[in-house]
């Protein structure tokens, strides 16, 4: 168990004449036993840094530290980390028990039954005991993920690195591994960092995530933060499905004009905006209420796609009804699933102002969010 | 098929009935193919069933009979057969001598040098370098090596001389000429087994390979218990692909061992003058021999074939 550090981590790769960074400057502490979820889209440059943790690929500039030393230069195989992958990369030749005896082996100096004794030991946490004589190719997708898994943990390593174990798994079982994955990570405590894509995995397993894009690190905190304090317009659009709703808007005086609406604002959010006028307004799905009569904050909007959850159905609503649907502003809304509301109803859609955000246009950077207290308010309501 | 009545009582259906429903449904195009198959095969077996039933006629039998008929009660002779074998025996273990050393030498020579051009991480630069010299080493033909290769073992690595210890304990120093054999094989056949064996690694998992360092096995340590277990499929190809090549290679033989008399004499040595004299060729002699002489490279076909499938497949 250790403490992980990442000091200003920069990766380049050549390519011709031309050079790319994958890796930008990124810097993270993770502490011991924590759960780190390093989360972006594909090529955002988070398994190249998990890469680099691993020691798989050389770090260009910047130090990599475990339990304050410096591995910068120190092989992979002398760092003490055990990685699972995402094609989960078992040795096919070998039997289940082989497997997950081969990395104690060769990494440490114990006795042939010690070994055995920890091998079943480990399958018996997992539920793989029955599976123990088995070769890879006779187990299915899970079992295999499972013995990835426990090849990982039965050198109770220093620190796991994951590298979307669980994308190759059907949507029910990975459910199902998700909350078995945390459930390990909190009885072993080992420092763990999580790459993933998936932005549901983000959200549920992480004590802490990072999320990253074209290699820079947007930001870092826990799920909620993120969620609901987001530092940038990437990071606001990339938690949270149906995704976060932005209309382009000009703040004149104390409203907010859009192209199809009005939007007015009171004192508190106009002093964060700090003077910028080119904006834009976010408002999760969630956020946005139907409601009976008009008001401040209310527009009159159709209902062009109604998409039932069954718990909840998500509505795209238009502003204005005569507006050709695929261009027209939409504004996406998650309602309750009993709440009938039906293909070109017109409804009235209040977008409380407690819960806007209100990002710079021009760098994306998030000028107002909704305050934590504010939405936890909320959830209790 | 609309034609043929369902079958209700397959069981009992006779063969001519099965027959007849199977040539029903044959069409034009099926028999086409199947005449042109039976063509093909018969072409190409032809020249092998000649030899094999001239190895079993007399001398009278081969003139009076077609070089592919059966030779007939009256010529009908196991002789040849039995005079080839005595002829032959002494070459088979002088050319298992060096063969079976030389092909193992140089598939395990090839399956570690490709390991070391294929997996560790070094400049991808120097990987292009060592590989494009290797590769090369493919397109020399024997012919332009004869003359050095000669030079070499003649005048500048003796080794009738440096290894005068093994002939004073009662060996031939003409066996001299078996190391030399060995050596200018695995030299000349590491090249290919490189190449083969690069092909069968770059399509190994990178993940796995990864896997195993991280798991704390060192370079050696990954090719011991991972890549060399998983080679098995290429080493059948190598195996077999080399084993034929340095068996049935005469070149080398002739310019390393030279006599037929040598006590060294590999088996395609004392073949190639097998059953030739001043009073003609012995046929029946040379087809035994030869059939004889195959019976090794055979063997390893039929004992490595099953591996030899799936690693031509991959």
Known sequence: ?381 | MSDTEPRTDGGTMTTTARLRRTLDQTTVEDAGLYVVLIFAAAFYLVPIESGLVTSFKTGTAIIETAPFAPPGASGLTFEKWQAAIDALLRGMGNSLLYAVPATVISAFVGSVTAYGLTIPTWKQSYKAVVLMLIIAGIFIPYQAVLVPLTQFWSQWVQLTQTLSFVWALGVPDDYAGIIELVITHVAYGIPICTLLFRTYYKTMSDEMIESARLDGATLRRVYRRIVLPLSGPMFAVVLIYQFTQIWNDLLFTLVLVSTESSPAAPVVLILAGLGTSLEGQDFALRMAGAFFAALPTLAVYIFFGEEFAEGVAA
């Open chain 1, 1 to 381: 168990m250790a403490t992980l550090e990442l000091d200003s981590i920069t990766k380049t790769f050549q390519d011709g004449d031309e050079e790319i960074v994958a890796v930008d400057d990124v810097s993270l502490s993770i502490d011991d036993g924590e759960f780190l979820v390093v989360v972006g889209p594909s090529g955002c440059g988070k398994s190249t840094t998990l890469r680099m943790v691993a020691g798989l690929e050389t770090i260009t500039s910047g130090t990599l530290s475990i339990d304050n030393r410096v591995v910068n230069d120190v092989k992979s195989q002398d760092r003490d980390i055990a990685m699972v992958f995402q094609s989960y990369a078992l040795y096919p030749h070998m039997s289940v028990r082989q497997n997950m005896s081969f990395g104690l082996e060769e990494s440490t100096d114990l006795p042939d039954d010690e070994i055995n004794r920890m091998v079943s030991e480990t399958g018996e946490m997992l539920g793989i005991s029955n599976l123990l004589d088995r070769k890879p190719s006779d187990l299915s997708g899970g079992q295999q993920q499972r013995v990835a898994l426990g090849r990982a943990i039965v050198r109770d390593p220093e620190v796991f690195l994951m590298d979307e174990p669980l994308s190759n798994l059907d949507a029910k079982l990975r459910a199902e591994m998700r909350t078995e994955l945390q459930r390990l990570q909190n009885d072993l405590g080992v420092t763990t960092v999580y790459v993933t894509h998936d932005q549901t995995e983000a959200m549920t397993m992480g004590d802490r995530i990072a999320i990253l894009d074209g290699g820079e690190l947007q930001q870092v905190a826990t799920p909620l933060e993120c969620y609901h304090e987001p530092t940038n317009q990437f990071v606001a659009s990339f938690l949270g499905e149906p995704s976060m709703n932005f209309f382009d808007v000009t703040l004149e005086g104390d409203r907010l004009v859009g192209e199809v609406f009005e939007y007015s604002i009171d004192e508190s959010v106009q002093s964060d905006l700090g003077g910028v006028t080119d904006l834009r307004l976010g408002i999760r799905p969630e956020a946005v209420e139907l409601v009976d009569e008009g008001g401040e904050h209310a527009f009159e909007t159709t209902v062009d796609v109604v998409e039932p959850m069954g718990d909840e159905n998500t509505v795209y609503l238009h502003f204005d009804p005569d507006a050709d649907p695929e261009t027209a502003a939409t504004l996406v809304a998650t309602i309750d699933g009993f709440n009938r509301v039906s293909e070109g109803d017109t409804v009235t859609a209040r977008v409380p102002e407690d819960a806007i955000h209100v990002f710079d246009r021009a760098t994306g950077e998030a000028l107002h969010n909704r305050s934590m207290e504010d939405a936890a308010a909320q959830i209790d309501l």
